[in-house]
């Protein structure tokens, strides 16, 4: 598999009237072709600051980039101008967000909205555009496509806006799709649905997938790889089935034993990781989740560690070693 | 947990709430309704923690809310502590407010941003005239707070000062303030970070062990449910679909949409999600203004037969404790 997306020392911060927010602070990642990644983190964490940055889809002001590349098939998205990045957007490399609702336009058919890019990107007429647009619609679950075209947002469910968003992102056949909280808004039999629906099409159309969540359990369903962000940074990397095994970073670990398990009785009270997420607008002198961390050395106060590797695929930001501690 | 086996505090018997579709600016006429409960019938036991499942706009939140008289009820009995509360007189009523209390979903919108925190605590000891001095209820506030984890230190401060864990913190603690038996905990922990929930989890596990509470914890983490409750009714477009103790409801759910719905739970294991057979329902719910006839999962059920469509299912027990509202079940 070659290398789809490179992304190096990526640094973004927010200069808003409260102070600056350290959004993003200097992270590495990539992407294969064909690869699902998940990008998992609570609200805050820098999870979608870290992929929308480089698509130029954070506003700046207040938003900066600091420092960074990103290169997509040789080029370096941070450096194309606001011409080039629209060519890209919505052709290479598609976005589905998390509230269907706000991410439609109202007044706009369906039909118009799928259409768009289509005759925009693919240089399609309007009567090619619509047939198009009917076959994305039934890839995605309609039945009588064709007569959807005509339907307005209101008329659909957010199960069913979602599917539309992601017939409108699948129509210049991505390279990429960026899926950012796509099912939090969604209730869980229709998260199960959108989630089988992008298993489906990922290997139907062999995209690349980065799925951005707070939800550990989605991302056990989905993720060939996954990224774990803390207050901006990657605490740890791993492939997902090394990650729920065996996780590296006491974050991983904390919060992968404070869940409950629906397939499971409950065995005790639950575990849950002491204090709340850190203020981005301070920059601790160590690692940001030393506070909240059980296994906290006067190291991890003073000096923050960095991501390192300590396995193939693995990265790991943590001064202690936890084979060892536990 | 085993159900501790005691009296039924709360009795719901046929409840039902309906919210009328009028029509019109100044002569409002009817044209329909949102049939949000439709004939719920259950008992919450002394002690106990019964959950309430299902996903939105089944009218889980109403039937909370109902229960407590917030709404008015269209039809049916509700009884809490021996009071009729459908009946009750303003006096009664007033009483029953100490007594049966509720915890909000949002932190953030639930708390009045211009009141202190010590405001905000003290309101319920206020209203019910609880305490005879402001010296007396602010000692009540600190002790209060101390209870739900947070400092006495922070009875001037305001809720913007606190994150949305300690916001919900001080939701329970005005929650607690009038000595409640009974709380309808209404979604408490989604607006929340995955980290801070165990954190609200184990509050409200604590509290209830020291103060005796009982709770009807309406939820759609099916997860967090499981964990917490003795007890969980499956709701479905207005009404319970099945009831049962809460390992038994998730090791042999009975009911079509409850296995659909247990199915579709991502489980934080990848060997074992990716294991797990998973039963994907088609199409969305239907509207609750014109729910369909007879069962009303006939229209996404897998296992749906022709009479499904005209006859109402009977509320059955099929296994010990364990009851669903299907034709198809074979006890």
């Known amino acids: ?326 | 947990m085993n159900p501790p086996a005691s009296e039924p505090l709360v009795q719901v018997k046929g409840l039902k709430k309906y919210f009328p579709l009028t029509r019109g600016i100044l002569i409002q006429r009817a044209v329909g309704a949102v049939h949000a409960v439709d004939d719920i019938t259950f008992d919450i036991f002394q002690g106990e923690t019964l959950g309430l499942v299902g996903e939105s706009g089944c009218g889980k939140t109403t039937a909370g809310r109902t229960i407590l008289g917030l709404y008015p009820a269209t039809d049916g009995q509700i009884t809490i502590a021996g009071l009729d509360v459908r009946g009750a007189s303003r006096a009664q009523l007033r009483h029953l407010r100490q007594k049966a209390r509720m915890i909000f979903q949002d932190p953030y919108s639930s708390l009045n941003p211009r009141w202190t925190v010590s405001s905000i605590v003290s309101e319920p000891l206020r209203v019910h005239k609880l305490l005879a001095n402001e010296e007396q209820r602010l000692a009540r506030v600190r002790e209060l707070l101390e209870l739900v984890g947070l400092s006495g230190r922070y009875l001037n401060r305001f809720p913007h000062e606190f994150s949305g864990g300690q916001r919900q913190r001080i939701g329970i603690a005005r929650a607690l303030a009038s000595n409640p038996e009974f709380i309808v905990c209404d979604e408490p922990i989604s607006a929340l970070d995955v980290s801070i929930q165990a954190q609200i989890i184990n509050l409200l596990e604590d509290l209830q062990q020291r103060l005796g509470l009982t709770y009807l914890f309406i939820a759609h983490d099916l997860a967090m449910v499981r964990h917490l409750c003795n007890r969980v009714a499956v709701m479905y477009l207005g009404g319970i679909v099945e009831l049962a103790e809460g390992n038994e409801l998730y090791d042999h759910p009975q009911h079509p949409y409850t296995q659909a719905l247990l199915s579709a739970v991502p489980v934080p294991d990848p060997e074992q999600d990716r294991k797990r057979e998973r039963m994907i329902l088609s199409g969305e719910v239907p509207s609750p203004v014109n729910p369909p006839s007879g069962c009303r999962f006939h229209t996404r059920c897998p296992i749906a037969k022709d009479h499904c469509t005209e006859l109402v299912p009977e509320w059955r027990e099929v296994r010990p404790d364990h009851w669903v509202a299907c034709h198809e079940v074979v006890a």
């Not at chain 1, 938003?63 to 040789?74: D, K, N, Y």
């Open chain 1, 1 to 326: 598999m070659g290398r789809l997306l490179e992304v190096s020392d990526l640094q973004v911060r927010f200069n808003t009237p409260e102070g600056v927010v350290h959004a993003v602070n200097g992270i590495s990642y990539h992407l294969d072709e064909g690869e699902t990644l998940a990008i998992v983190g609570e609200s805050g964490c820098g999870k979608s600051v870290s992929v929308m940055s480089i698509l130029g889809l954070i506003p700046t002001p207040p938003g900066e980039i600091l420092s960074g590349q990103a290169h997509f098939h040789e080029q370096d998205l941070l450096q194309l101008n606001e011409r080039e990045l629209e060519r890209i957007r919505g052709a290479a490399i598609a976005m589905i967000f998390q509230d269907p609702m706000t991410s439609l336009n109202p007044v706009l058919t369906i039909g118009l909205q799928i259409t768009e890019s289509l005759m925009l990107h693919l240089s399609m007429d309007a009567e090619q555009a619509n047939q198009r647009a009917a076959e994305l619609l039934e890839l995605t679950g309609f039945s009588q496509a064709a007569a959807r075209l005509g339907d307005y947002p209101h008329q659909f469910s957010g199960g069913m806006r979602q599917r539309a968003m992601i017939a409108m992102a699948l129509g210049c056949n991505p390279s990429l799709l960026i899926a950012d909280e796509p099912t939090t808004a969604l209730d869980v039999t229709i998260q199960a649905q959108i989630v089988e629906l992008a298993l489906k099409l990922r290997d139907k159309l062999g995209m690349a997938i980065i799925w951005i969540t707070h939800d550990l359990g989605v991302v056990a369903r989905i993720a060939d790889r996954v990224l774990v962000m803390y207050a901006g940074y990657i605490m740890e990397e791993a492939s997902v089935f090394d990650l729920y095994k065996d996780p590296r970073h006491p974050y991983s670990l904390m919060l992968l034993s404070s869940l409950p398990r629906v397939d499971q009785r409950r065995s005790g009270k639950l575990r849950p990781i002491p204090g709340s997420p850190p203020s981005m607008l301070t920059q601790p002198k160590g690692c940001p989740f030393a506070p909240r961390c059980s296994y906290a050395i006067d190291r991890c106060r003073e000096a923050n560690p960095p991501l390192e590797q300590i396995a193939p695929g693995r990265r790991v930001a943590c001064w202690v070693n936890l084979e060892e501690a536990s």
